[in-house]
């Protein structure tokens, strides 16, 4: 393989029915005024009025569409991201068929617009939480909503065994919905084997998985790979790794790191963070791969001209961290 311009064109994500595009783009530091990604607070720079976090969301959006960006991921928790959504797909006149939403239950916001909340969200994987927050997803995106996943299930913890929420989420998937998972922490191997595993009426409950992947933190490759090769659509969060693999990172022990990325990068004519989500897109089993950028200027950057070789490849393989030491960082990382 050559310098190669990795192949964007829109494709199914999976065996849901759904065609998506290879970018997609997250709204969990569009939504809320506070957020865990490195620079959030300077990307706000003080203007954090529902207002304020509303214009922002639709000039991203904006250029998301004119970039050729169709899936879109929200969650419930993430403060008002599901309302600024749907205003803005009513605003453009975009219907249900010319674009793909996802969305997430599970957690609740609970930062009332607060960067410095005691508690930003709270997790509640439970057939009540389940149907309240499927009734508030509904409300705000009506038919735009493709694709309900359950918030970050963790290897340890008992929502793939909860018979009664199965038949829930089994019950909406019957009415039309797509039902998926997002997986967090070290174990996501183990949490997507489960969630494969898991049927009702005879047949997979879960059409799509989404889960962390990128330079970093690889250790979710084979359970994606074994995803994909089932049907199950495949969604890449936390791409640049909440901005670690940005040229924002400027952490003294990262120095090594930095500067093998930024050769690639140079050597390739691209954004140290294009070139993190290169390596994504490039992975056959990678159906959507989610921007989280926070301004028009990191979506034009994240989606400009995506290349990726395989000296990249090879001179990135040594960047890889232990799954426990990466969440562990993840974990320590402060809301602004
Ligand atoms: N459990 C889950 O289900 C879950 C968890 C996490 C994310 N997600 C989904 O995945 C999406 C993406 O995840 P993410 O935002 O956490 O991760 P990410 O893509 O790894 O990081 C995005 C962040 O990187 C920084 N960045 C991007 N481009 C940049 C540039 N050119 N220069 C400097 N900084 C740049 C921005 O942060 P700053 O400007 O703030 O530094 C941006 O917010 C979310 O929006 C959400 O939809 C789901």
Do not use: C
């Amino acid at each position: 393989m050559s310098n190669l311009a990795v192949n964007t064109a829109a494709r199914p994500l999976g065996a849901t029915g759904l065609v998506v595009s290879r970018i997609g783009l997250g709204l969990a530091a569009l939504g809320r005024p506070g957020y865990i990604n490195l620079g959030h607070g300077r990307d706000l720079a003080g203007a954090r009025s529902v207002e304020a976090l509303e214009a922002r969301t639709f000039a991203v959006l904006d250029e998301a569409w004119r970039r050729g960006v169709r899936y879109f991921d929200a969650a419930r928790s993430y403060g008002r991201a599901e309302s600024f959504l749907a205003h803005w797909l009513a605003r453009r006149g975009i219907v249900p068929d010319d674009v793909v939403v996802g969305s997430k239950w599970g957690y609740t916001y609970t930062a009332q617009w607060q960067v410095e909340a005691e508690v930003h969200e709270v997790k509640e994987h439970t057939v009540a939480v389940f149907e309240r927050q499927w009734r508030e997803s509904r409300e705000r995106l009506g038919d735009h909503l493709d694709l309900y996943q359950i918030h970050s299930v963790t290897a340890d913890g008992s929502v793939l065994h909860d018979q009664r929420l199965l038949a829930a989420i089994a019950q909406r998937k019957r009415e039309g919905v797509r039902v998926g998972l997002t997986t967090s922490g070290p174990d996501q191997a183990a949490a997507i084997g489960r969630a494969l595993d898991v049927e009702l009426d005879g047949r997979r409950l879960f059409d799509s998985v989404q889960a962390t992947w990128n330079l970093l933190e690889r250790s979710a490759a084979p359970a994606l790979a074994a995803a994909h090769a089932a049907g199950v659509g495949v969604i890449v969060k936390e791409a640049l790794a909440n901005g670690r693999l940005t040229d924002r990172n400027t952490d003294a022990g990262f120095t090594e790191q930095r500067a093998r990325l930024q050769q690639q990068a140079q050597r390739l004519g691209i954004t140290v963070d294009a070139l993190a989500l290169a390596a994504i897109v490039a992975q056959p089993w990678a159906d959507v791969v989610l921007s989280g950028a926070a301004t028009s200027e990191q979506l034009r950057s994240n989606t400009a001209a995506l290349t990726w070789d395989d000296e990249a490849a090879a001179r990135l393989a040594p960047l890889v961290e232990a799954p426990v030491a990466y969440w562990r960082r993840r974990a320590a990382l402060a809301w602004t």
